[in-house]
């Protein structure tokens, strides 16, 4: 069943590449073809509006000790907070429960927070997730607050009931910062036939760091090319063409280094992840595509307690807002999809 869904959506894909094939050349600098949700919803979607959320997350961190840990006060009002948001946004929320054990610790339990569209076949979901957890040591509003606060923004945007041929579902992951613990729980605990119904994941870790670099995360130039799931490179060019028309012609990677796009790849899944760079270092040739430092870290609070919201980098920001909501829009509205069920 996902297969036929996946296939579907890599013949989408072919048929938007098809369209601008015969340039023969890059069309970053050129805006690509938007549908009318696209364009209106990546014009809806601002920097600004995902910056409110992380204003409200570094609250929430100051009242709590300064970080937003799994498990802590800081991570359940997190989850408070964003359930909250996309209830009045008018999604169906669940907070499901996940368990999970520490070296000689006791077993602990946290929430993650799943929202999906009221609209839209809900046999072929679209979805789009991030981890809401920080480390200990900081408020994580980088790492991850920016991914948290992105999704939100368009999510509300949105709103619980567009006009859409696919449905749109958002995961909020807990204790990522550990062994990617509520995103590898949710996953798990998904029965085969609803796995099956998932026909995309796209993950967001870090799309706001100071020094930033644009990096599309798609199983390509991998070591491990073929444990990538089918289709992952073919949908990432829809987010490659999204970050174009932002101005930005970003990287691909692969899935190296550890973020919640682990089990949704282990289930076979089609799966992207964006992300801007952490601890590893911009190269000159990096600084002059994206500007920036070059021979400086993409973050340079990574992990730590000054990753805070004047550790944001505000166009990074509204580039990935933009282009994520462009490619959620589209792949939420591929006509072709059911028609090829
Ligand atoms: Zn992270």
Known sequence: MRIAWGAALAASVSLLLAGCASTGAPTSSAPNAQSPLQAGLVKEVTGAGAFTHLEELQRIADQNGGNRATPSPGYDASVDYVARVLREAGYEVSTPTFTFERDGGPQGSARNVIAQTRTGNAEHVVFAGAHLDSVPEGPGINDNGSGVASLLEIATRLGGSPQVANAVRFGFWGLEEEDLNGSTAYVEGLSR???DKIGLYLNVDMVSSPNAGYFVQAGEESESESDSPPESSAVSRVLTDQLGNTGINPQLVGFDG?????????ARIPTLGVMTGDAGTKSPKQAEQWGGRAGEV?????????DRLDNIDR???????DALAGSLAHFASSAEVPAQR
Request: a negative charge; glycine letters at 4%; aromatic letters at 18%.
């Open 193 to 195: 036939a609803e796995r």
């Open 258 to 266: 550890g973020s919640d796009f682990v089990p949704f790849v282990d």
């Open 298 to 306: 993409f973050d340079k609070c990574y992990h730590q307690s000054c």
């Open 315 to 321: 166009p990074a920001l509204d580039r990935f807002s």
